[in-house]
């Protein structure tokens, strides 16, 4: 039943990701922690940033989230799951591009779809905000890291990896 | 082009597509135009311009439609498939990892500063994605009371963006 609630989720996640592999974090978010208690903020704050440090698309998370709640088999229904609409959908984009996608009914869906996004995208952004300064050094990592990303060309891996450095210091 | 080279350029591709939608096309670009000569650079250009809309992973969808391009559904499967295999393959190992190691009480302090870090990237993120968003009413509208709706009255985050893509296709059709 794991198996088959995780592939549901991920495709589910995967059909309302209007905005790319991004948009489908904070769906990853209250899917794993707020709705079924998969993933502890903590877990799932290292499950990002691992999908960012591998190659490839960032909702592979969704291996890391069926591979902690259900091992191997867990890792496949939920990565199958994720990526299996959106594989069917740009394969028939590609067969049959100008009756499909220039439809205007997915286009204005889309548009209404991504602010929706965004908005929940907030909401996980406070959830985790709860969790994620104990103390004040920690306010000031995440500070630096945004400054660093919005106004640097710094890889993301890289800003990860400085994090988890200067936690492993301040948690001494 | 047969399955076979298709799967091992893809499952390359997997291997080395760092940085996010950009570079992976780049790097697309690079190995199926420019050095196979299998498609035109249009075609990657099409790739993106066609999946960008829809739901989903874009650097995936962009894979399959290149695939689907280069030799049908087969190709479309395969190259897909063979583009994941290393980032979920290194995310078993990560994830195997992960128990016994990194979530050891020692390591409590190396997993608060990378949730840090996620936090502020997820607000970049959420920058990002709202920036074109903003010149609307309705956009600013729509994502305010989804935050409020999830946040407050605690509605299913999928409820919340379906509704919103309905409001989105029922305002459209007033308009025209």
């Known amino acids: 039943m794991t198996h088959l609630h995780l592939f549901i989720r991920f495709v589910v996640i995967s059909l309302v990701a209007f905005g790319g592999g991004q948009a489908a974090l904070p769906l990853v978010e209250r899917a794993a922690i707020h709705d079924t208690a998969w993933l502890t903020p903590s877990t799932f704050g290292t499950a990002v940033a691992f999908s960012y440090i591998t190659p490839g698309p960032v909702l592979i998370i969704a291996t890391f989230v069926g591979f902690h709640v259900a091992g191997l088999w867990g890792a496949l229904s939920a990565t199958v799951g994720a990526f299996i609409a959106p594989w069917v959908l740009a394969t028939l984009a590609a067969q049959a591009v100008k009756r499909f996608v220039t439809n205007p009914r997915l286009r204005a869906f889309g548009s209404g779809a991504a602010p929706a996004v965004v908005g929940v995208l907030g909401v996980t952004v406070l959830s985790l905000g709860r969790e994620a300064f104990p103390s004040w050094p920690y306010v000031l990592i995440a500070a630096v890291a945004f400054g660093l990303a919005r106004w640097t060309p710094t890889h993301p891996a890289l800003l990860l990896v400085l994090g988890g450095a200067c936690g492993f210091v301040l948690g001494r | ?176």
């Open chain 2, 1 to 176: 082009m047969s399955l076979l080279t298709i799967g091992l350029i893809f499952l390359r591709l997997g291997a080395l597509a760092f940085g996010g939608l950009g570079a992976t096309l780049a790097l697309i670009e690079r190995e199926i135009v420019a050095r196979r000569g299998g498609l035109s650079k249009q075609d990657v250009t099409d790739a993106l311009t066609y999946t960008k809309l829809l739901p989903g992973s874009t650097v995936v969808q962009v894979v399959a439609y290149i695939g689907w391009r280069l030799r049908g559904w087969w190709g479309s499967a395969i190259a897909t498939g063979a583009f994941l295999l290393p980032s979920a393959v290194l995310m078993v190992l990560l994830a195997a990892g992960y128990a016994g190691i990194i979530d050891s009480p020692a390591m409590l302090g190396v997993r608060q500063g990378v949730l840090a870090v996620v936090v502020a990237m997820l607000l970049m993120t959420m920058e990002r994605l709202a920036r074109p968003l903003i010149a609307g009413w309705l956009p600013v509208a729509i994502g305010i009371a989804s935050f409020l709706l999830v946040l407050i009255l605690n509605i299913s985050a999928v409820w919340a963006v379906v509704a919103s893509g309905a409001v989105g296709v029922l305002t459209d059709r007033s308009r025209s």
